[in-house]
């Protein structure tokens, strides 16, 4: 593949877009104390209070090794907490503490800026189509 080929490749430009996009959000979220997994997982427990260790992995499009890492960090932190046994099965339900729903609230204005200037560039009639056809190309390849 040449260089203009892959320059060409909308799955090259895809992945030079997501890695800006992570960027971004690292650079910012560092400054709350945070990386974007563990962003990522404070923000979907802000959503759905309870969820397991391995639903929060796919969430963040990790292994499920890798969120135990981020969730022992943030319990480390005191953004989340777990029971100490499962009350049904094996799975231990994860929710925010006070002080993690308080830096997910200070966090989130920083990611939704960079939402912002992402989708900024397109104009608002652009960003539906362009979410539709992302959600499509993800769904047909699996994801």
């Known amino acids: 593949m040449t260089q203009d080929e892959l320059d060409a490749s909308v799955g090259y430009v895809l992945k030079r877009a997501q890695a800006a996009l992570r960027a ?3 650079a910012a ?4 104390g945070l990386t974007t997994p ?3 997982c404070l923000e979907r427990l802000g959503r759905r209070p309870g969820l397991s260790n391995a639903e929060l992995a796919r969430n963040a499009f990790v292994s499920r090794q890798s969120m135990n890492v ?3 960090g943030l319990e480390e932190g005191g953004l989340v907490e777990r029971p ?3 009350a049904h099965g094996r799975a231990l339900p994860v929710r925010l503490t006070a002080e993690g729903r308080e830096r997910l609230r200070r966090a ?3 990611v ?3 939402e912002r200037r992402m989708v900024g560039v397109l104009g608002p009639e652009r960003v539906e189509p362009l979410r539709a056809d992302l959600t499509r190309i993800a769904e047909d390849l699996g994801g």
């Not at 979220?29 to 709350?32: I, P």
Request: charged content about 25%.
């Open 70 to 72: 981020v969730l022992r």
């Open 108 to 110: 989130h204005a920083d």
């Open 112 to 114: 939704f800026e960079i």
């Open 84 to 86: 100490a046994q499962a």
């Open 24 to 26: 971004a959000m690292d």
């Open 38 to 40: 563990q962003y990522v």
């Open 29 to 32: 979220l560092r400054e709350h």
